[in-house]
């Protein structure tokens, strides 16, 4: 069993930054595929970027590319979203999850991850 446990949201200017935290227990982060996902109130769940299990692939959504970077501390079995230049628009409660089956990519759709983390609100103010 995967249990995700998530950090470091809040509220922040726009421009400003954020840091995300991952913690993953019950596997490695060499056995997981990891995504990001946020949700705007009435709005559906939206993909933000995914890192297949050895790093190889990363991919992120055009909204967010040049702006948020995932990165990880195999120590700590975590992984991180650094958000940059947020804007008002990157307002949601951000989840980050799991995809166990996935050996070599990842998918971009919620239906392709089995763990999720609980959510962390991230508020941009303009």
């Known amino acids: 069993q995967v249990q995700l446990v998530e950090s470091g949201g809040g509220l922040v200017q726009a421009g400003g930054s954020l840091r995300l935290s991952c913690a993953a227990s019950?596997?490695?982060?060499?056995?997981?595929?990891m995504g990001w996902f946020r949700q705007a109130p009435g709005k559906e769940r939206e993909f933000v970027a995914a890192v297949s299990r050895n790093s190889d692939y990363i991919y992120y959504a055009d909204s967010v590319k040049g702006r948020f970077a995932i990165s990880r501390d195999n120590a700590k079995n975590t992984r991180y979203l650094q958000m940059n230049g947020l804007k008002p628009e990157d307002t949601a409660i951000y989840y980050c999850?799991?995809?166990?089956?996935?050996?070599?990519?990842?998918?971009?759709?919620?239906?392709?991850?089995?763990?999720w983390g609980q959510g962390t609100q991230v508020t941009v103010s303009s």
């Open positions: 999850a799991a995809d166990s089956h996935s050996t070599a990519g990842f998918g971009t759709t919620p239906e392709r991850f089995d763990y």
């Open positions: 019950g596997r490695t982060l060499s056995r997981l595929a």
